[in-house]
């Protein structure tokens, strides 16, 4: 998949440099730094929207896209998005690559680049604002925004379900069984908080469409 984007010429992903004397796959290093969940300028979250469609656009119709519209990232949270100056300009961890639809990438972002229901994040109607403007930065279809909602709480009940057969192994593995616990709570916490704030984020969503 690496090899498609760089054919399409996508630089906003790694190129995969092939493998090293121990079989290993090796990629390209990019210089910046990755983040955390933390709160986004419109100007930063505007950029991220522009990038994830710039990699949507770059596997449309690929074979690697299957009978889906798009190859999706599956995880392209903060926390694999390389910042250069303050600005997302790469995504990397493609281990969850796999054919999809544009909603799935747009409502998992949506959810970690602009929603949080912590008590200390911004009120629901700023965060509202946020997934709009991703949303429009993306270009989303507009017969699709009102589906965006449903797309963050599929994603969130996704996270939920994908924690949670962890816990059916003897031994997690990725994190300790506690962390496990918390993820899941975690996700449970933020749908309830997008369900309870669905017609504010439905209302950012519909303005002026
Ligand atoms: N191509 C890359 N360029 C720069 N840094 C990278 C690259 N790939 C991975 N990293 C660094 O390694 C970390 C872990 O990589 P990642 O692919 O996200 O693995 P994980 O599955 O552990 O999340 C990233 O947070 C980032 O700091
Ligand atoms: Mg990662």
């Given at each position: 998949m690496l090899a498609l984007l760089e054919v399409r010429g996508f630089e906003g992903a790694p190129r995969h440099l092939g493998l090293d004397d121990l079989g290993r796959d090796t990629f390209t290093f990019i210089e910046g730094s990755v983040r955390g969940f933390e709160r986004w300028a419109d100007a930063q979250v505007a950029a991220a929207g522009r990038l994830l469609r710039g990699f949507h656009d770059a596997t449309r119709?690929?074979?690697?896209a299957a009978d889906r519209s798009v190859v999706c990232h599956h995880d392209p949270g903060p926390n694999n998005t390389i910042f250069q100056d303050e600005e997302p300009i790469a995504f990397i961890?493609?281990?969850?690559?796999?054919?999809?639809?544009?909603l799935e990438d747009v409502g998992y972002m949506a959810w970690t680049w602009c929603v949080s229901s912590k008590q200390?994040?911004?009120?629901a109607e700023r965060q509202a604002s946020q997934v709009r403007l991703l949303v429009d930065a993306y270009g989303l279809d507009a017969d699709l925004r009102s589906d965006v909602v449903d797309a963050i709480l599929d994603r969130q009940a996704r996270n939920v379900e994908f924690w949670r057969?962890?816990?059916?192994?003897?031994?997690?593995?990725?994190?300790?069984r506690e962390q496990v616990e918390s993820r899941i709570e975690w996700s449970q916490l933020e749908r309830r908080y997008v369900s309870a704030n669905r017609p504010v984020f439905e209302a950012a969503l519909s303005h002026g469409h």
């Open positions: 119709g690929s074979a690697l961890d493609f281990d969850m690559a796999a054919p999809g639809e544009p200390s994040a911004p009120e057969r962890f816990l059916d192994l003897p031994c997690p593995g990725v994190a300790s």
